[in-house]
């Protein structure tokens, strides 16, 4: 059975790459290698990319397509840095990622440490041997994975197959493969394959997708295809030609004691005509969520700042801090703003990510009905499609919520981007009660996803699938 697995690790934080190795090599070895070439790797939200200009990274479609939104930063040697915008190659498909799968991220700060590799620009790939880099999840190819130590590591490998958008390679076992062979892993998705020309530092390959046959994942015997760089050379000089350069971000002294966490110096920075300065004051709320200073955030908000009109990466500030895990944050603003009305804007997504972030918190119930008398829209939904209806049935075991959330409009049969209604996630989930309520409130149960599969199909008890059958037998349905 042929598989194809696109290692992206896709989570709201800096996650790690992985390379498997050799088992018969010291590790060391591997761990020079990566070192030698830390300053081309940067660290994108769950996936790799490689520097190819001071303001520009090269990475893997499938890491960021639907999420660009949602990313917003890149870590080059323990430094983070704002992203600007993403380029997504126009022809690449989410469901295909043997082609295409190649983007472009703009910073807005530039990388002025690093070490930019050069676009391959020849059409002699086959046979040349390459460079991996990554860190993280280490294994090898007897033993599979074995563990994160975000370790930088680098492996070798050689082209074995060229097609017109892909390059491939085989993880061969010791009697045939280079003194350092390796393969990438979870989490590699966007990383380079290099070659050195002349002391220059080339990438020949985006890490897209492993084909792993009959073989086990991260074993000898898998299969590996990167994106061909040569052939996107057009494309990558395009976009970087026709994109505007990225504005440097504002700075004042307030923004200045904020990043310092400097209480005094931003009492005295602050005055009248910052306070209507609406760039300084985005700046500097989004360096209070960055670095958590939620004194100094209430200080800016009890000299006037309206919250509402605060926007970072084109969402608002209560969106923002939910996305970076700022849940005291979050609150600290739930709180302030008590029963402001028209705070949130029809298309915020607040409490699909409320929902999420306080899943577990037994006041989960009353964030949820400040933010929607704050004008939360109780029908908004994430990036995934999710309405907060959907992440509440998936995500927690409150019946209150579910029920509050129906009584005050959610829609009972909005499906998300899989086709999967809350109903259909009750019935997967084996949660019963939830299963009741939804039915007797009007779900449909004839509804399918996009795999053709109904909340009867879904089911994963005898219960749920009773519940179903008999509300199916009352309204003439078949099941």
Same mark, same amino acid.
């Given at each position: 059975?042929?598989?194809?697995?696109?290692?992206?690790?896709?989570?709201?934080?800096?996650?790690?790459?992985?390379?498997?190795?050799?088992?018969?090599?010291?590790?060391?070895? *591997?761990?020079?290698?990566?070192?030698?070439?830390?300053? +081309?790797?940067?660290?994108?939200?769950?996936?790799?990319? =490689?520097?190819?200009?001071?303001?520009?990274?090269?990475?893997?479609?499938?890491?960021?397509?639907?999420?660009?939104?949602?990313?917003?930063?890149?870590?080059?040697?323990?430094?983070?840095?704002?992203?600007?915008?993403?380029?997504?190659?126009?022809?690449?498909?989410?469901?295909?990622?043997?082609?295409?799968?190649?983007?472009?991220?703009?910073?807005?700060?530039?990388?002025?440490?690093?070490?930019?590799?050069?676009?391959?620009?020849?059409?002699?790939?086959?046979?040349?041997?390459?460079?991996?880099?990554?860190?993280?999840?280490?294994?090898?190819?007897?033993?599979?994975?074995?563990?994160? #130590?975000?370790?930088?590591?680098?492996?070798?490998?050689?082209?074995?197959?060229?097609?017109?958008?892909?390059?491939?390679? =085989?993880?061969?076992?010791?009697?045939?493969?280079?003194?350092?062979?390796?393969?990438?892993?979870?989490?590699?998705?966007?990383?380079?394959?290099?070659?050195?020309?002349?002391?220059?530092?080339?990438?020949?390959?985006? +890490?897209?997708?492993?084909?792993?046959?009959?073989?086990?994942?991260?074993?000898?015997?898998?299969?590996?295809? *990167?994106?061909?760089?040569? =052939?996107?050379?057009?494309?990558?000089?395009?976009?970087? #030609?026709?994109?505007?350069?990225?504005?440097?971000?504002?700075?004042?002294?307030?923004?200045?004691?904020?990043?310092?966490?400097?209480?005094?110096? !931003?009492?005295?920075?602050? #005055?009248?005509?910052?306070?209507?300065?609406?760039?300084?004051?985005?700046?500097?709320?989004?360096?209070?969520?960055?670095?958590?200073?939620?004194?100094?955030?209430?200080?800016?908000?009890?000299?006037?700042?309206?919250?509402?009109?605060?926007?970072?990466?084109?969402?608002?500030?209560?969106?923002?801090? !939910? !996305?970076?895990?700022?849940?005291?944050?979050?609150?600290?603003?739930?709180?302030?703003?008590? +029963?402001?009305?028209?705070?949130?804007?029809?298309?915020?997504?607040?409490?699909?990510?409320?929902?999420?972030?306080?899943?577990?918190?037994?006041?989960?119930?009353?964030?949820?009905?400040?933010?929607?008398?704050?004008?939360?829209?109780?029908?908004?939904?994430?990036? +995934?499609?999710?309405?907060?209806?959907?992440?509440?049935?998936?995500?927690?075991?409150?019946?209150?919520?579910?029920?509050?959330?129906?009584?005050?409009?959610?829609?009972?049969?909005?499906?998300?981007?899989?086709?999967?209604?809350?109903?259909? #996630?009750?019935?997967?989930?084996?949660?019963?009660?939830?299963?009741?309520?939804?039915?007797?409130?009007?779900?449909?149960?004839?509804?399918?996803?996009?795999?053709?599969?109904?909340?009867?199909?879904?089911?994963?008890?005898?219960?749920?699938?009773?519940?179903?059958?008999?509300?199916?037998?009352?309204?003439?349905?078949?099941?």
């Amino acid at each position: 059975m042929l598989v194809i697995i696109a290692f992206a690790i896709l989570t709201f934080s800096l996650s790690a790459n992985a390379i498997v190795t050799r088992h018969d090599i010291s590790d060391q070895e *591997y761990i020079k290698l990566g070192q030698k070439h830390k300053a +081309s790797i940067v660290q994108i939200e769950g996936c790799a990319g =490689t520097l190819i200009d001071k303001y520009w990274l090269l990475t893997a479609a499938h890491c960021v397509a639907g999420r660009e939104d949602q990313i917003f930063r890149a870590s080059h040697l323990d430094q983070t840095y704002r992203i600007e915008s993403i380029a997504i190659h126009p022809n690449y498909n989410a469901h295909d990622v043997s082609a295409y799968d190649i983007a472009l991220i703009q910073l807005k700060e530039p990388i002025t440490n690093g070490k930019p590799a050069k676009l391959y620009p020849f059409n002699n790939e086959k046979g040349k041997q390459v460079v991996f880099v990554g860190n993280g999840v280490f294994g090898n190819g007897r033993d599979g994975l074995i563990r994160q #130590d975000f370790k930088l590591r680098g492996a070798t490998n050689t082209i074995v197959e060229l097609t017109d958008k892909t390059i491939g390679f =085989t993880f061969d076992s010791p009697q045939n493969a280079t003194d350092l062979e390796g393969i990438s892993g979870p989490g590699d998705s966007g990383g380079p394959a290099f070659v050195t020309i002349d002391s220059q530092l080339y990438i020949v390959g985006v +890490s897209s997708h492993q084909v792993i046959n009959s073989f086990n994942e991260a074993h000898y015997g898998v299969n590996e295809y *990167y994106i061909r760089v040569s =052939t996107f050379i057009q494309w990558v000089t395009s976009v970087i #030609d026709n994109t505007d350069h990225a504005l440097p971000p504002p700075s004042h002294s307030v923004i200045d004691a904020i990043k310092g966490n400097n209480r005094e110096r !931003l009492v005295e920075s602050f #005055d009248n005509e910052v306070l209507i300065n609406l760039p300084i004051m985005n700046e500097a709320f989004y360096q209070s969520v960055v670095h958590d200073r939620i004194e100094l955030a209430k200080f800016l908000i009890s000299k006037g700042v309206q919250t509402k009109n605060i926007r970072i990466f084109n969402m608002s500030l209560f969106e923002f801090s !939910l !996305l970076n895990g700022r849940n005291e944050f979050f609150e600290m603003l739930l709180n302030g703003a008590k +029963s402001a009305e028209n705070l949130h804007d029809s298309e915020s997504t607040i409490l699909p990510l409320l929902i999420a972030s306080f899943s577990d918190d037994p006041e989960l119930l009353n964030k949820v009905k400040r933010a929607v008398t704050q004008g939360a829209n109780i029908n908004a939904k994430d990036n +995934s499609g999710n309405t907060a209806l959907l992440v509440g049935g998936w995500s927690t075991d409150n019946i209150l919520l579910i029920r509050y959330l129906i009584e005050s409009g959610s829609n009972i049969n909005e499906s998300n981007k899989n086709g999967d209604t809350p109903l259909m #996630d009750a019935a997967y989930l084996d949660k019963p009660e939830f299963v009741r309520y939804l039915l007797i409130s009007g779900a449909d149960p004839s509804l399918k996803n996009l795999n053709g599969d109904s909340a009867m199909d879904l089911a994963k008890s005898n219960t749920s699938r009773e519940l179903i059958l008999a509300e199916m037998n009352k309204r003439n349905m078949s099941p």
